[in-house]
């Protein structure tokens, strides 16, 4: 059967948020299918924040996205055809092949899911690429005591949201920083979070900061940067840790993003802040994604997802990220699978 392949490329660069002038919509024909070579049906594609700095031309962690090429992302698919002995028709992979309706892998480019242990879009979050940031952000830097304070930003987005719950498991106190009082309401009664700051509505976030943590803060995971982290950093205890996550509020500004000084408080607090990417514990993986398992199952972990329809919805999905309309994991539904087992 003769299958047209719909893409999403970039088509220029952006300054400040992206536009509809940032995406064209495109139709490839097929390759055909190769020795040690699978073809894949796109049934979910993740949109995340670092995919804005990929949009930029400028060196970092990870190469830039290429012009007029597509957008590469977190994808989970069915194999439709093998030229493979590692897979056949029928099984569920992922992979980057991003967005797009089908894709020409080699066997090397994807990995199979396991469908026994949790609905397979988990792959793309809590059991994926996003859990295994709080996993390791939380645990490795932010090294977290029972009985301590941990303050999260963007507490109710993907990351943030497993990181305040690895926090419980570990005996802290936890409070989470979110934009609207239905997030806050999930943090609280789902998730457990001790306290939640709803920094749109507050009029003085360094004056509930202090209420909601009269201990000052131990643990302060950045996923945001900007003044919510400015107020927070006040706040550190001596000896306090700061995983640098992420830094939302700055991504899109075409503006130099400047803010307060953090050497003093540093130096007086003996703090330590540092910066990760999930890249850096590539070989470390297996260990946080059979922990992460290990939790889910045990019912000490759940998540949220928001899930969009239509690959067309694709680019308004990407930027709702940046307006704050998502709980938990944003993911685009963009098609159906054909077999089942």
Known sequence: MARDNNQIILAERPEGMPDKNTFQFVKKDLENVKDGQVLIKTLYVSVDPYMRGRMENVESYVEPFKLHQVIEGGSIGEVLESKSDQYKA?????????WQTYYVAGENEVRQIDLSIAPI????????MTGLTAYFG??????????????????????GSTVGQIAKIKGARVVGIAGSDEKINFLKEELNFD???????????????????????????DNVGGEISDAVM??????????VCGAISSYNKEEQDIGLRVQQILIKKSALMQGFTIGNYSDRFKEGAKQLGKWLQEGELTYRETIREGFENIPEAFLDLFRGKNIGKLLVKIGEQEYRK
Do not use: W
């Open 121 to 128: 879009t988990t792959n793309l979050h809590i059991l994926g």
């Open 234 to 243: 006040t706040e550190l205890n001596r000896n306090a840790r700061v995983p």
């Open 138 to 159: 939380l645990l490795d830097i932010g090294k977290p005591k029972a009985g301590e304070t941990v303050v999260i930003s963007g507490a109710a987005g993907s990351v």
């Open 195 to 221: 306290e939640g700051i709803n920094y749109r509505t507050t009029d003085d976030i360094k004056a509930d900061l202090q209420r909601a943590c009269p201990d000052g803060v131990d643990v302060y995971f």
């Open 90 to 98: 029928g099984d569920v992979v992922m992979g980057m092949f991003g």
